[in-house]
Structure formats: structure tokens, C-alpha cells
């Protein structure tokens, strides 16, 4: 059974439909990569699956659960979120911020928390700024620990909204190689990212998506090389261009 | 800010010797302050004949009769004497005055004291209550549905919308809840004060936590959004949310307003005067009636008023380094 599965969605905000009739599935394991131009609805479909947003239309399943039936603290407990902007909190350490969900989601002790968060800060290799307060972070230093904070909770699936585009050039990189080993370890991913060199060796299926419409989806080799659609061509030729 | 780069903006910021001034005044102050408070103590002065130590204290002299620890009288003959050099009525008359004022402040002093200490624990208990109040005011104004932002908005605007005095009033005359607490015990039984202490504290609860809930919403309000939204991703539920994340930065930031809203109420609960509380205020009033000396006993009550304001104004500077953390109040906050 896939681990995420779209079906039919629609969403709109007024008159705006942002969703039309989104399908897709993925399975656990899967790095889905989600491009498309500014506005297409690429942040709304991420936040549908852990309900930051309420969809309208159809259903969206999480190993087969109506996620809109369950409890969406537990929802989110399983579907980990990086944003674009980190949104770490601010008040607290690189390690506060993980150990936050630990404790007060997932109910572990202050010491059992806090040697898990070690644990995973060592992973995305910050280990060394556990102390640090997110202001005294570099950006890429700053996502690795918003990395570490979904990873900590253990969930199903990490969602990725644009992990990198509010990084400086040099720092894209680590935060790549972090979101690469994660994908080596078998972790299921639906990452927002014009990154197409981490898309083409990386994701399991690329999807473009326009207008709230799912344009084009498969396997970034044939979307790259023999695109059955001229926007998809268009649209990742220029991507292309702009980052080599 | 357009304040001239000369002039400080704070005590805190004064330069090193001026600032090293100040502090030894408010050292000397406070020493003078506590010592008088413990010198009149009566639960000290239990528990140090319970232990068997010298009788040192004295709680059991009534206010009045309180003695100064300095001798007025080489003021008073120091400006006996300068008045009776027979020079010029301008060039001596300051001096003549200002002689006359200290003595008058020695005398004055330890009535004073006993003021100030009903002031200080007025003031600090109404910020703390008013603060345990005005948070989830505070919150329900921002997060709450509508229901509950409204009943705040009402509960905010109708207290700061009607005089404080006339609250107090109210409070102490048209409810009949300084009997209720009266009929307690223990109220005005040794050294627990009486109903209408209670009475100002409840007052300046309300009240301050009005002002206090207006502070902390805008300081909540200047919290990110997306920190609240990052709580909810990681699966805490929004009151969670408030309380783990939007809550320990808006606090942070609404230090300096806090801070504000504390010198006002030291000054304002001058006001409980008028409800028959001998606080700072209601102290200068009796010895102004008893010495007809109007003009200067509110210009040596004033000097207190002003010497808690400032350290107040110093130990809220404290708290807010103290509490401290890099990137986390330092622009919204400093309004
Ligand atoms: N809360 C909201 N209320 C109203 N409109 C919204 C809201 N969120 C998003 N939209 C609209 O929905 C559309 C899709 O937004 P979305 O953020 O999903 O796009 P995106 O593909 O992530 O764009 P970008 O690349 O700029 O991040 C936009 O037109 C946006 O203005
Ligand atoms: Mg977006």
C-alpha cells in the first residue's frame, strides 16, 4: 500500500482555485520532488498533507488513513515539515529546538529528549552548536537543525518546502547533502525544491505542477530528457539554465 | 529615537561615574529602607525573641513615635543660625529652606519608611497578580475565538476606560467586600494589614491587568506567526503551542512596556490614599495635616516616589538582560 496517496484534491482560497484535482501516490521510501512556478500551489499541497491547510476536495491517505479523520496532532506527529524560512524557534537552542516535540508530543523525559536530540544534531552535523540560539546560526546551519527537529520525532514522511532557497549559494550544499543521506536511508520525502541537480540524482519521481494542476509526473530522467508536454520542457529548461 | 547622543537615555546608560554615583545613593537608600522596615518588623521581631537573641527591634512603637536614626536638630539650628545672620532674604532664603527641609526629613522619615514599605508590597503584589491575570487576557484577545477576544476586549476597555479612583471607590464603598474581608480573621490582626489593603490590591489587580494585558498583546502579536506554525507542525496543539513558543518571546518582548506599567502603578497607588490606606502618599498626608507643613512634605515624598521609580526602572533593566537571548526581542521590544 503506497504510504501517501492524493486523491482527487481541490482547494481554494475564495474564488482562487489554488488544488485542482490533484492525484498522485507515494511510497514509503519515495523522494517525490514537487516544481513548478511561484503560486502554483506547491506550499498549499505540502500543507494539505499535514493540515496546516484544509482541503475541500477528495481525501489525501497516510498509510491508508483518511488523514481528515484523524487527530491532526497526531497526523503531524507522523508527517515531519521543513520550511523555507527554518522557523525555528527563536527562544530556544539548537537542541531546545528539537527536544520541544520530544517532550511535549511525544512525552519523553528531559533527559531522554535531550539525548535524542544529540543524537540526531550529530546526524545533520551540528552537533557542535547544540548550545547555539538560532540567531547565532548560519542559515545552513539553522536548516540542519530544522531538519533535526522533524527527524527527531521519528515520522513516516518529511515534507520540504523549498529547504534552500533562503540559503546563500555556499551554504545550499550541506543542507543538500543532509536531505541526500536521508533519502540513502530510505527516508519518504515530498520536497518542494528547484534544486535539480539533487531532483535528477536524487528523487524517485519529479512532478510539475501548474496552475494547481499536476502537468507532468514520472521519473526525472524522462521529464528532463523526453517530456511528453513543451511546458514541462520550457519550464525545467529554464530551471536548468538558471542554476548550472 | 531622536534623543541628542550626550544625554542618556537611562540611568542604566550613564557613564561610569555618574552611574557609580547614582548606585552608591540607591545603595545607601535601600540599606536605610530595609534596616527601618526590619527595625519595625513585628514576625523579625518575634522570631528573634523566640530564638532567644537581644531584643533589638522595635515593632511595637506605633508609627508616629517613631525615632529618626539621625538628629534633626543640628539642621534645624544649622539653619537657625544662618537665618539669624540678618543677610538678604534672597541670597540665604534657599539655604534657610533647604536646612529647614532636611530636618524635617529626618523627622519625617521613619513614617515614611513604614509608607513606602505598604507602597512597595501594594505595587509588587497588584503587578504580580495583575500579570497572572493579564496573560491569559492577553491571550484569548489574540487566540481566542470570537467570543473570548471580545469578553477580554470588553474586560480591557471598560476597566481603562473609567478612573482608577473611581474603581477604587467602588470597590471599597459600593461593594460590600471590605466587609467580607474584614470578617476574616486574621485581617488587621498583628501584622497582617487591613481590609482595605486588600482592597487596593484587588483595585490595582484589576486595573493594571487591564493595562498590563494591552502591553502583552501587542507583544504577542509581535511574535512570527510561522513560530506558531512550526509548533503545530511538530504536532503541539495550539495552546501548547502558545504556551512553549509564542508565549516565553512575547513576554520577552513586552519587558519594556511591563516596566512602564510598573513605575505608573508605584505612583498611581498613591491613590489607595484615599480608601484609607497609610501607603507613601497617605503617610505625607497625615504628617501634612499634623504639621501644616504641606508644600514640604510632598517635596520629600516626592524624592521617594522617585527613588523607587529609578529602582525599579534599574532592576527591570536587570531582569531584561538577564532573561536575554540573542535575536529575541531586540527589535520589536524596544519601542
Ligand atoms: N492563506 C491563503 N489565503 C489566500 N490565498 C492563499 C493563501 N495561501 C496561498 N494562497 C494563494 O494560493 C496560491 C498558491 O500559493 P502557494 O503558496 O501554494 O504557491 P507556491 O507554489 O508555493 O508559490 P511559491 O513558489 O511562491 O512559494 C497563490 O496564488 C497564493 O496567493
Ligand atoms: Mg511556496
Not at chain 1, 516544481?35 to 500543507?47: E, F, Q
Not at chain 1, 552548536?129 to 522533524?150: D, H, M, T
Not at chain 2, 547614582?22 to 527601618?36: E, I, K, M, S, T
Not at chain 2, 495552546?239 to 513558543?245: D, S
Request: charged share 20%.
Amino acid at each position: 500500500m503506497s504510504l501517501l496517496r492524493f486523491e482527487n484534491v481541490s482547494k481554494s482560497y475564495g474564488d482562487e482555485e489554488v488544488l485542482h484535482d490533484v492525484s498522485f501516490e507515494l511510497d514509503a521510501g519515495d523522494v517525490e520532488v514537487i516544481v513548478g512556478p511561484s503560486g502554483s500551489g506547491k506550499s498549499t499541497l505540502l500543507r494539505c498533507v499535514n493540515r496546516l491547510t484544509e482541503i475541500d476536495d477528495g481525501a489525501i491517505y497516510l498509510d491508508g488513513e483518511d488523514v481528515h479523520a484523524m487527530d491532526e496532532n497526531a497526523l503531524r506527529r507522523r508527517v515531519g515539515m521543513v520550511f523555507q524560512d527554518f522557523n525555528l524557534f527563536a527562544h530556544r537552542t539548537a537542541r531546545g529546538n528539537v527536544t520541544l516535540g520530544l517532550t511535549e508530543v511525544l512525552g519523553l523525559s528531559e533527559r531522554e529528549a535531550t539525548e535524542r536530540a544529540e543524537q540526531y544534531l550529530q546526524r545533520v552535523g551540528v552537533a557542535d552548536q547544540a548550545e547555539a540560539y538560532p540567531a547565532e546560526l548560519s542559515g545552513g546551519q539553522k536548516q540542519r537543525v530544522g531538519i533535526a527537529r522533524a527527524l527527531a520525532m521519528d515520522p513516516d514522511l518529511i515534507l520540504f518546502d523549498e529547504p534552500t532557497s533562503a540559503l546563500d549559494p555556499e551554504l545550499v550544499g550541506e543542507v543538500l547533502g543532509v536531505m541526500r543521506d536521508l533519502a540513502d536511508d530510505g527516508m519518504t520525502m515530498l520536497a518542494v525544491t528547484h534544486e535539480m541537480g539533487f531532483a535528477r540524482s536524487v528523487a524517485s519521481r519529479l512532478t510539475f505542477l501548474e496552475d494547481g494542476r499536476i502537468v507532468e509526473r514520472g521519473p526525472p530522467e524522462r521529464l528532463f530528457e523526453q517530456p511528453d508536454h513543451d511546458r514541462t520542457r520550457e519550464f525545467l529548461g529554464g530551471l536548468t539554465d538558471l542554476h548550472r | 529615537m531622536s534623543v541628542d547622543e550626550t544625554e542618556p537615555a537611562a540611568v542604566g546608560e550613564l557613564p561610569g561615574r555618574r552611574r557609580l554615583t547614582v548606585l552608591a545613593v540607591g545603595v545607601v537608600f535601600w540599606a536605610w529602607l530595609l534596616a527601618r522596615w526590619a527595625y519595625h518588623n513585628a514576625v523579625l521581631d518575634r522570631v528573634f525573641g523566640a530564638l532567644g537573641a537581644p531584643d533589638l527591634l522595635r515593632s511595637e512603637v506605633p508609627v508616629r513615635n517613631r525615632e529618626p536614626w539621625l538628629p534633626p536638630e543640628p539642621f534645624a539650628s544649622a539653619a537657625d543660625a544662618v537665618a539669624s545672620l540678618g543677610l538678604p532674604e534672597v541670597a540665604t532664603g534657599w539655604l534657610v529652606w533647604l536646612l529647614d527641609l532636611v530636618a524635617f526629613a529626618i523627622e519625617s522619615a521613619p513614617a515614611l519608611a513604614e509608607g513606602a514599605y505598604v507602597t512597595v508590597y501594594l505595587t509588587v503584589a497588584s503587578m504580580l497578580l495583575g500579570l497572572v491575570v493579564a496573560v491569559p487576557l492577553s491571550v484569548a484577545r489574540v487566540y481566542g475565538g470570537t467570543a473570548l477576544s471580545w469578553l477580554s476586549l470588553a474586560y480591557t476597555e471598560l476597566i481603562r476606560g473609567t478612573p482608577l479612583l473611581a474603581q477604587l471607590f467602588l470597590l471599597y464603598y459600593g461593594l460590600p467586600l471590605a466587609g467580607a474581608i474584614d470578617s476574616v480573621d486574621l485581617v488587621g490582626s498583628g501584622s497582617v494589614p487591613g481590609a482595605a489593603v486588600f482592597v487596593a490590591i484587588v483595585g490595582f489587580t484589576i486595573n493594571s491587568s487591564a493595562y498590563q494585558s494591552e502591553y502583552i498583546r501587542s507583544a504577542l502579536q509581535s511574535v512570527d506567526e510561522d513560530q506558531l506554525v512550526a509548533a503545530r507542525s511538530v504536532g503541539l496543539s495550539k495552546w501548547a503551542g502558545i504556551r512553549h513558543v509564542v508565549l516565553p518571546q512575547g513576554l520577552r518582548y513586552a519587558i519594556p512596556g511591563w516596566t512602564n506599567e510598573f513605575v505608573y502603578l508605584i505612583k498611581y497607588s498613591a491613590l489607595a490614599a484615599f480608601i484609607t490606606v497609610s501607603e507613601l502618599f497617605g503617610r505625607a498626608d497625615i504628617i501634612a495635616s499634623d504639621t501644616f507643613r504641606t508644600t514640604d512634605i510632598y517635596v520629600i515624598v516626592a524624592v521617594f516616589y522617585l527613588a523607587l521609580v529609578l529602582t525599579t526602572a534599574l532592576a527591570m533593566e536587570r531582569v531584561s538582560t538577564a532573561v536575554a537571548i540573542p535575536g529575541v526581542g531586540q527589535h520589536e521590544g524596544d519601542r
